[in-house]
T-cell receptor, first 115, second 111 residues
Framework: AQKITQTQPGMFVQEKEAVTLDCTYD???????LFWYKQPSSGEMIFLIY??????QNATEGRYSLNFQKARKSANLVISASQLGDSAMYFC????????????FGEGTQLTVNP | DGGITQSPKYLFRKEGQNVTLSCEQN?????MYWYRQDPGQGLRLIYY???????QKGDIAEGYSVSREKKESFPLTVTSAQKNPTAFYLC??????????FGPGTRLTVL
């Protein structure tokens, strides 16, 4: 079984600053993927970034980067230069390995960007 | 434009009624999924389908049913056996083993 833990129910950041959202995972699979999704108040889930367990480099997508520490089983999302539009719920998820395409989600972190 | 559509956006149901939520995709993805989200919580997998005419139960399948007669469509029926159906329902699709992309969701309320 796979499990995701997001320990920060809410985070606040000033506009233009960087913020790190924490995610730890638990899996017995050797091969797996880690995903981050953004959910604005409208409800849709927007894919942000993916990290494969065998990827040696940390994934980056524009202002998003994933700080992957395999030994610690952590996959933190870093958002640089926060914008007001970044205010949303952020979910970490894992899948792959014996789970195939099935994803297991954490409970999310509500990020608020202050002007 | 390729994407996933879900309808309706809001749905109200009386207790004891079955209701069907629609999910359509034109991304040519083989795999489709249904998730449930309760307030302040993450997503939980209800059912998924890797290919047409095949589907598997997820973690919380009781009280739900699905069909997959066409590649593009994966409707979810919430039956009267589902004890607490009020929730936000999200459909997703993917190439199997690849990133899942989500529709806009349907908010179901039982009156």
């Amino acid at each position: 079984a796979q499990k995701i833990t997001q320990t920060q129910p809410g985070m606040f950041v000033q506009e233009k600053e960087a913020v790190t959202l924490d995610c730890t995972y638990d899996t017995s699979d050797q091969s797996y993927g880690l995903f981050w999704y953004k959910q604005p108040s409208s409800g849709e889930m927007i894919f942000l970034i993916y990290q494969g367990s065998y990827d040696e480099q940390n994934a980056t997508e524009g202002r998003y980067s994933l700080n992957f520490q395999k030994a610690r089983k952590s996959a933190n999302l870093v958002i640089s230069a926060s914008q007001l539009g970044d205010s949303a719920m952020y979910f970490c998820a894992t899948g792959g390995g014996t789970s195939g395409s099935r994803l297991t989600f954490g409970e999310g972190t509500q990020l608020t960007v202050n002007p | 434009d390729g994407g996933i559509t879900q309808s309706p956006k809001y749905l109200f149901r009386k207790e004891g009624q079955n209701v069907t939520l629609s999910c359509e995709q034109n991304l040519n993805h083989d795999a489709m999924y249904w998730y449930r989200q309760d307030p302040g919580q993450g997503l939980r997998l209800i059912y998924y389908s890797q290919i047409v005419n095949d589907f598997q139960k997820g973690d919380i399948a009781e009280g739900y049913s699905v069909s997959r007669e066409k590649k593009e469509s994966f409707p979810l029926t919430v039956t009267s056996a589902q004890k607490n159906p009020t929730a936000f329902y999200l459909c997703a699709s993917s190439i199997w083993g690849d990133t899942q992309y989500f529709g806009p969701g349907t908010r179901l309320t039982v009156l």
